[in-house]
């Protein structure tokens, strides 16, 4: 059993940066993928970044070269770095860990989820 807990979350303008953070707690942190997706009011859940225990990493289009996902599996700790945000990455924000060995985008692979944070940005 893995729990996550998210924070980092809040309000910010156009162009801020915003880090987020999951705090894990429970056995296997280290081997698991570990991602970050994002619900916005009215739309489904999507795959924002993920990155696997060796330290790859996996973004979606809309957010490269703006989101960074890191790892500290000596604190199991992993983090989202926003940086250039948009009013289009208003969302609630979910840390999620997947238990298998290979990396996937699709909400419903990973197992654990954390209860979300919540992001809004102000244009």
């Known amino acids: 059993q893995v729990q996550l807990v998210e924070t980092g979350g809040g309000l910010v303008q156009a162009g801020d940066s915003l880090r987020l953070s999951c705090a894990a707690s429970?056995?296997?942190?280290?081997?698991?993928?570990m991602g970050w997706f994002r619900q916005a009011a009215g739309k489904e859940r999507e795959f924002v970044a993920a990155?696997?225990?060796?330290?790859?990493?996996y973004y979606a289009d809309s957010v490269k070269g703006r989101f960074t996902i890191s790892r500290d599996n000596t604190k199991n700790t992993v983090s989202l770095q926003m940086n250039n945000l948009k009013s289009e990455d208003t969302a609630v924000y979910y840390c999620?860990?997947?238990?298998?060995?290979?990396?996937?985008?699709?909400?419903?692979?990973?197992?654990?989820w954390g209860q979300g944070t919540r992001v809004t940005v102000s244009s």
């Open positions: 999620a860990a997947d238990i298998a060995l290979s990396f996937s985008s699709a909400a419903y692979s990973y197992d654990y």
């Open positions: 429970g056995r296997g942190f280290s081997r698991h993928i």
């Open positions: 990155i696997r225990s060796d330290g790859a990493t």
